[in-house]
């Protein structure tokens, strides 16, 4: 079986070599494609074709994607978390050492100067106390989510001889395993921020994460701490910023996302959003990315989906049927009675699910007539089935 993937960004050539081109047909102009392929690209205007049954981005983030609407036809959204874990994380640090030691500013400064050798060092010597700062070790900072990205942060940290508070309710085991033990675990939020001199946010973008950082817990924060967000911009209360850093209270703002408010402000830190951008994290998020992928159209496994369950079904022989469908009861049960009537025997047989959706993997001992879809498609609470 050939698959038809659609591209809507430049995707890095290592990753496109992992889709074999005698059963891959990828384009950025293509018709009835089976799945999407994109980086950035904004899909909420986007008319989605009906034969799509996948989406996948080559990064972490989906605030792109139109999620919900695509998880009502039954399509998993698919990213690749971890993949440019290093490349953010070196980014923070670096973030950390422009906060600690007012590297930009200086920088600046020393720009501006006129006149001679020895004019510039003579003003150079009057004017570098201003740019005084401090060393991280004995400093403490406090990690907000801890998945691939804040994992790094928090043992890198460590690794510079600071105090490290972490706090996320829903850390999975994977990352608990990796996250040192030397990483202290905040009571809450607001104990996170009332105890740390830099504050760094790894957590996405949503309801509950929008306006994190506000005047609250900013107000929390020792004089003269640092706030650093390289994850997403709504999820600082910029206003609250920059009203911490005009009244002494915060000492600089570290950011990936440049605003008019922010850009010029002489202790905040602006970056063009660079989080990702290396040569390596693009290629590591393509290639984990079209892995993933691959896997699902030709296998019905499901990894790194922000909206499907986890689900890999280790394959019996050649016949296997994916669903995706409402998490309701009895849902198995149609499922079963509807192959049953068609003789077919279950040889495995994988069901989880994940909010309102569930997703079921089976492997059968006879091949599946075609029609067998059509029937699984038409009971109610099915959102999509196919053979794999």
């Known amino acids: 079986m050939s698959y038809k993937i659609l591209t809507l960004n430049n995707i890095s050539v290592r990753g496109l070599e992992r889709l074999p081109r005698d059963r891959y047909e990828v384009a950025s102009e293509i018709g009835h494609p089976d799945a999407i392929l994109l980086r950035s690209a904004d899909m909420h205007t986007m008319d989605v074709p009906a034969s799509v049954i996948a989406v996948a981005r080559a990064g972490a983030g989906t605030n792109n994607i139109p999620v919900a609407s695509l998880s009502r036809r039954g399509v998993p959204v698919f990213n690749a978390p971890g993949a440019n874990a290093n490349a953010v994380k070196e980014l923070v640090l670096a973030g950390m050492f422009l906060a600690a030691r007012n590297i ?14 020895h004019a510039i060092e003579d003003a150079i010597e009057k004017g570098k106390k201003q740019f005084v700062g401090h060393e991280l070790p004995t400093r403490t900072l406090g990690v907000v989510g801890l998945g691939a990205i804040g994992v790094e942060v928090a043992n890198a940290a460590l690794g510079l001889r600071m105090k490290v508070l972490g706090y996320d309710p829903q850390i999975t085991v994977q990352r608990a395993w990796q996250l040192s033990s030397g990483v202290e675990q905040a009571l809450s939020l607001d104990d996170l921020f009332a105890r740390a001199d830099m504050v760094t946010v790894h957590v996405p973008l949503n309801d509950a994460t929008r306006g994190l950082v506000n005047a609250n817990r900013i107000r929390l924060m020792r004089r003269g701490s640092v706030i650093l967000n390289f994850a997403r911009a ?48 693009e290629e590591n998020c393509a290639i984990m990315v079209a892995d993933t992928l691959r896997d699902f159209l030709e ?53 989880k699910s994940r909010g309102d959706l569930a997703y079921t993997l089976i492997d059968t001992d006879a091949p599946i007539p075609a029609g067998i879809i059509a029937r699984l498609r038409s009971i109610p609470g099915v959102l999509a089935a196919r053979l794999v």
């Open 104 to 117: 930009c500013q200086a920088w600046g400064y020393v720009r501006s100067l006129q006149g001679d050798d």
């Open 234 to 281: 709504p999820i600082v209360d910029e206003a609250a910023v920059l009203q911490g850093l005009d009244a002494g209270h915060l000492a600089s703002y570290v950011c990936d996302f440049p605003t008019r408010a922010v850009k010029d402000h002489p202790r905040v830190v602006a970056l063009p959003h660079l989080g990702a951008s290396t040569g390596e994290a």
């Open 299 to 351: 296998n019905g496994n499901v990894r790194n989906s922000v909206n499907f369950p986890e689900a890999v079904l280790p394959r019996i022989g050649e016949n296997r049927i994916a669903i995706a469908n409402d998490n309701v009861p009895n849902m198995v049960g149609q499922i079963s009675t509807c192959l049953a009537e068609e003789k077919l025997n279950i040889a495995d047989l994988l069901n």
